[in-house]
Every structure is written in structure tokens, then in C-alpha cells.
């Protein structure tokens, strides 16, 4: 099993989640977040004052799949998220070792 997580910018989340769907991938977790990585934020002016906009807002989505679904998982997100400009994000692939159901009590791929 892997758990993929992606990072990706928040207008992109809707496409991201239909075109998983579309390939049979359902399950996930999403959180709102905050961060930046090469491009360093921004600059904004607000009301006549320049300042700096250090942690953008991201959208995170977390999905723990068998091995081949989280390579499929990974390709839609890469292909569906990306703009093409800075700041499109990343996504990162990791073992699981073991996956609980609480509810039934199923253990590994089944509980997922």
C-alpha cells in the first residue's frame, strides 16, 4: 500500500477529485493549507502599502491506495493539476505498513 499525498492550488481541487473518480479512485482526505516553496510567496499592495505574502494558500489531498492504483493516482494528479506555472505543487508517494478499519476491524488493502 502507499499513501500518496499531493499539494496542489486550490481552484485545481474539483478537477483533481472528478478526474480520480473517472479512473476509479474514490476515498480521500483534503485539508486546506499554507505554504510556499521556490517561488517565496508574493508581494501585494494593500491599501497604498506594499507587503509580503509569505505562505499561499494549497489544498492538500491524502489517499492511501494498493501499489497500482497509487501509480494511476499519481499520473491523473500530475496531468489534471498542472498549469504549467509556478506554484503547481507537488506530490509525494509513501509505504504504508498497515491500514485498520475501526469499524469492522478489516486489516490491510481490505480496510482500505
Given at each position: 500500500m502507499k499513501k500518496v499525498e499531493a499539494i496542489i492550488k486550490p481552484f485545481k481541487l474539483e478537477e483533481v477529485k472528478d478526474a480520480l473518480s473517472?479512473?476509479?479512485?474514490?476515498?480521500?482526505?483534503?485539508?486546506?493549507?499554507?505554504?510556499?516553496?521556490?517561488?517565496?510567496g508574493h508581494t501585494e499592495i494593500y491599501r497604498g502599502s506594499e507587503y509580503t505574502v509569505d505562505f499561499l494558500p494549497k489544498m492538500k489531498i491524502e489517499l492511501v491506495l494498493s501499489d497500482k492504483q497509487a501509480e494511476l493516482a499519481v499520473q491523473?494528479?500530475?496531468?489534471?493539476?498542472?498549469?504549467?506555472?509556478?506554484?503547481?505543487?507537488?506530490?509525494?508517494?509513501?509505504?504504508?505498513?498497515?491500514?485498520?478499519?475501526?469499524?469492522?476491524?478489516?486489516?490491510g488493502e481490505n480496510a482500505v
Amino acid at each position: 500500500m502507499k499513501k500518496v499525498e499531493a499539494i496542489i492550488k486550490p481552484f485545481k481541487l474539483e478537477e483533481v477529485k472528478d478526474a480520480l473518480s473517472e479512473v476509479g479512485i474514490e476515498g480521500m482526505t483534503v485539508t486546506e493549507v499554507k505554504g510556499f516553496g521556490r517561488q517565496k510567496g508574493h508581494t501585494e499592495i494593500y491599501r497604498g502599502s506594499e507587503y509580503t505574502v509569505d505562505f499561499l494558500p494549497k489544498m492538500k489531498i491524502e489517499l492511501v491506495l494498493s501499489d497500482k492504483q497509487a501509480e494511476l493516482a499519481v499520473q491523473t494528479i500530475v496531468r489534471v493539476a498542472r498549469t504549467g506555472k509556478i506554484g503547481d505543487g507537488k506530490v509525494f508517494v509513501s509505504a504504508i505498513e498497515e491500514a485498520v478499519r475501526i469499524r469492522t476491524g478489516e486489516q490491510g488493502e481490505n480496510a482500505v
